[in-house]
Every structure is written in C-alpha cells, then in structure tokens.
C-alpha cells in the first residue's frame, strides 16, 4: 500500500505522469507520451520520471546503440583513394610510373593511395633503373570488377546509419584510421514503467492540478496565496549534491608545471598558433621533403596560404645551411630549398618554434625558458590521440650545459611531478644531437612522454649563438593521464559537469 505521506509529497508533474502512464498501459518511452499529448517537455517527463523511481513508483530504463555514419559524402562519388588508383594504372595498361599517378592524384592523394594500396595487396612497386612503377595484382585486378568490403560498408553508411553490431570492426577501426570519413553516433532508447506501487498511486483518485512551491511578492500582494495550494515541504527525499568550485584538473597541472620551472629561474615564452614553416620547420632544419610536412600530418592554411619572411639574412642562411650546410662545417640536405614552401602558412605542429624565437631574441647565454602550448596535428581522434594538444616545452642556454645537465633537468622535473623511475633512450630529430626519448614507469609498464635533445649548429648558426642549447617537449596530456591514471585523453576536455564536480584531484 503506498503510504499517504508519499502521495502528499507528489508533484504536478509526477502526478501526471503516473496517470499518463497508466492510461497508455503501465510503460511508455518519452517520445510517446509527447506523441499522445500527455506532456510537451521531454524533460518534464524525465525529471518526474526521476523522483518516481526514488519514490519506488517507477522504474526509468535506459539503453544506448552506437551507429556508424559517413562524414565525408565527397568519398561515395569521388571513391577511395586506392579505387582511384587502380583505375588509373589499369588504364595506363596495368604498370604506372608513380610520378605519373602523383600527377593524376594531386594534393597528396597519391601517397595516401599507395599506403593502401600496398596494405590491401592491390599493387606491388617495381624498380626500373631510377624510376618506381606501381604494378597490379591479381588481387588488384580482381578488384577492378569487384566492390571492396570497405566499400561496401561505406556504400551502406550513404544510405542510412550502420549499427555497430552490424559492421565488421576490423573494416570500422581501418576507417577510422582515415580521417574525418566517418563518425559516431550514438542512438539513446529511455522508457518508464510504473511498479505496482505507482499503479496503485495512479488509481488513488488524487487531485492534479498546479502547486506553487515558491511564494513572490506578487503573490501576496493580490491574495492569490489565500486559493493556491503549496506543495508539502518533504524532508526525506533526496536533494542533489552541492559541490564546491574546483579548477579544471588541466588548469592545476599547469598552474604546478609553471611553478615548478618559475622556481627553477625559468621565464615563460609564447608564439602565434599560425606560423609560416619557416619558423615551423625549415629554421629547425627540416628538409622539405620530410614526411612531417604532408598534408597528411600538418594543417596548411587556406587564408592566408602565405606569409612572408622580411628578415633576409635569416632567410639566406637557412637556405644555405639546408642546400649546403653554410659556415656550420655540414654536408646540409642538398637540393634546392625553397622559399614558396618556406613561406607557407600552417597552424604551429610542435611548440619548438616558441624556441627558436626566443633563442632568435636572446642568443647570448645564460637563458632559461619554457612555454606549455597548444599545437595541432591531423591526428585521428581516438583514447591517446587528439589533433589540438600541448606540450611542455623548455630550453636553457649555457657556457656549461651538456647532455648530463639535460638528463638531470628531466629527471629533476619528473621527480617534483611524481615520478621517480625515468628511463633514456636514443632518439632521432632533425633538430637536435644528441637526441633522446625519454619514459616513466608507471602502472607496471614503461609509458612514452616526450623528447629532448641539444640543438644542431645548423639550427643555431643563424642567430649567432655560442654556447650550447638544451631542449625538451613534454607531453602535457599524457602526463596528466598517467599522473591521475586517465585511461582516454578526450576525458580530460569533455563538457562533463558531472564529471569535473566529481573530480577528487586537487
């Protein structure tokens, strides 16, 4: 028997939804209930729904399906990149010169394409003398006449949304590997039944009509109070959580790096997002064939596409030190650098240009600097990958600085974070050399978290730097995940009230 204390305390809103629900037979999903014309907010059915059930007068169910949608439509009438490349050699008869294909396929598409092609068996590359040429398969050809299981996946997410269930995850994860094809959607099924309590409650003969459970002055001053009924004051029912204002958790890991190497005698330096590779890569000696300068790993701007070097001798320099090596005693790349490729715009891909600048500002030693910056890189989204990330960054410059002096820095850094098992090992960047990665052990694995190295002489002769230059980038995400054991990275930026009230880092 429901006790006559609860059904007092009953709102409008669940009054209404326990008759509602016991004229559509004792269960019904919001969507039908706003369809019969029983309520008009879903959330007015909820968060009746809500204090039912802790009432023990209903039951709320949930249920979630992930579907698979295409987000590129471009890809159901242009094909796949590996599509349009077996087309193309078929037609040059079966065998194509790869700078032939790289013609037909502008824009990187090309390289994209052999990727797949290799990793699907559709070609092989053949040598012939100085030349590469992309020769079918067997199973090339048969495609040519055939759809491809990823084809047909995708053919089937044009027409409508692919249950998760119903699509094969090996297809799904080489997909999602492809960025920005296809996305996620996630499908939420909610229903409200009535217990045998809420029967009974439903047929109690009660009274529905509006209660007021605040008083205004307007109220009292036209008397409405005198005719209005009040809800009762129930003091034994649940009342939500009051939470104190916190900082993000990313907020105070920042707020503990920079004063970690603020007492270290470190200053804080910045750059713009947008940068031209100049400064991006060609001053840190990046050849300009390197992969890092694909469309496929960096975001190029479309306006501005450009922007211009005005310092000359800076610009001479570089161009020498990359074609010939310059005063610095290298052999450089060789080649001929380019200035149009130099001055292309793009969005910052690691915060080393911070470094360069503020070394191009400050050559003489001694300096210590550090930056923690966003930098973007066309990363596929997944649970340790995201395009727009940080890095710790930081140099020091000194008559006295060696590989030892950067070891110490890091191991002296990590200690204050929490971590006192660091292990070295070699590393390659075209920037630094000695260079070094550098892991913690963490959880009973050793985890990756970042690079560092002395800065080459073809990096530092343009500015007329002496002495040498230690340098570092640390991942900033990664070092908050395993610092308050985050298993996905996108935990840590998304819009989750309940998430961040309940966060006990502090």
């Not at 039908?32 to 907010?41: C, E, M, N, P, R």
Request: hydrophobic share 40%; aromatic share 8%; net charge negative.
């Amino acid at each position: 028997m429901v006790d006559s204390a609860i059904l007092e305390g009953l709102s409008y809103n669940e009054k209404r939804l326990l008759v509602a629900l016991d004229e559509v037979g004792g269960s019904a999903s919001p969507v039908q209930l706003i369809d019969a014309g029983k309520f008009d907010l879903e959330v007015e059915i909820m968060g009746a729904a809500s204090w039912l059930e802790s009432k023990g007068l209903a039951i709320l169910e949930e249920s979630s399906e992930k579907f698979y949608i295409l987000s590129d439509e471009s890809i159901t009438s242009a094909g796949l990149p590996e599509r349009v490349a077996i087309t193309a050699i078929d037609s040059a008869g079966g065998r194509m010169e790869m700078s032939e294909l790289a013609s037909a396929m502008p824009g990187g598409a090309d390289k994209i394409a052999v990727g797949w092609l290799k990793r699907k068996g559709l070609a092989d590359i053949q040598k012939d003398g100085d030349s590469k040429y992309l020769v079918l398969t067997d199973k090339g050809r048969e495609a040519l006449t055939t759809e491809m299981a990823d084809e047909a996946l995708l053919k089937r997410m044009s027409e409508s949304p692919v249950l998760d269930s119903d699509a094969d995850p090996a297809i799904i994860k080489d997909l999602k590997g492809r960025q920005g094809m296809i996305g996620e959607k996630i499908v939420t099924h909610r229903s409200v039944s009535l217990t045998d309590l809420g029967v009974e409650a439903a047929r109690s003969g009660m009274e529905i009509k509006p209660q007021i459970t605040d008083i205004t002055d307007r109220m009292i001053q036209s008397g409405e109070w005198k005719d209005a009924e009040f809800r009762k004051y129930d003091i034994q029912t649940f009342a939500p959580t009051i939470t104190p204002a916190k900082k993000h958790p990313l907020s105070r890991l920042g707020s503990q790096v920079r004063a970690l190497f603020t007492d270290m005698g470190f200053k804080e330096m910045s750059s713009e997002y947008v940068q031209p590779a100049f400064w991006n890569l060609d001053v840190l000696y990046t050849p300009q064939d390197h992969p890092a300068r694909d469309l496929q790993d960096t975001f190029y701007l479309e306006v501005p596409s450009k922007i211009k070097v005005d310092d000359e001798c800076i610009v001479e320099m570089v161009k020498n030190i990359h074609e010939n090596g310059g005063d610095t005693g290298s052999t450089g790349w060789g080649g001929e650098w380019s200035r149009e490729k130099a001055e292309a715009a793009l969005l910052r891909t690691h915060s080393t240009v911070s470094s360069i600048k503020y070394i191009a500002e400050h050559p003489d030693a001694p300096q210590k600097a550090f930056s923690i910056s966003k930098i973007f890189r066309k990363e596929s989204i997944d649970a340790t990958h995201l395009p727009e990330f940080t890095q710790i960054e930081g140099i020091i410059i000194d008559e006295n600085a060696d590989f030892n002096m950067l070891i110490s820095i890091i191991r002296e850094f990590y200690a204050r974070m929490g971590f006192d098992q660091i292990r070295i090992r070699p590393a390659y960047f075209p920037y630094t050399e000695p260079s070094l990665e550098l892991e913690v052990f963490f959880n009973g694995k050793w985890m990756e978290l970042g690079g560092a190295g002395i800065f080459r002489p073809e990096v530092l002769a343009p500015f007329g730097v002496k002495y040498p230059v230690l340098a570092w980038g640390f991942g900033f995400e990664r070092l908050a995940m395993l610092k308050w054991n985050i298993k996905d990275i996108r935990d840590l930026y998304i819009s989750d009230l309940d998430n961040l009230k309940g966060n006990t880092v502090f």
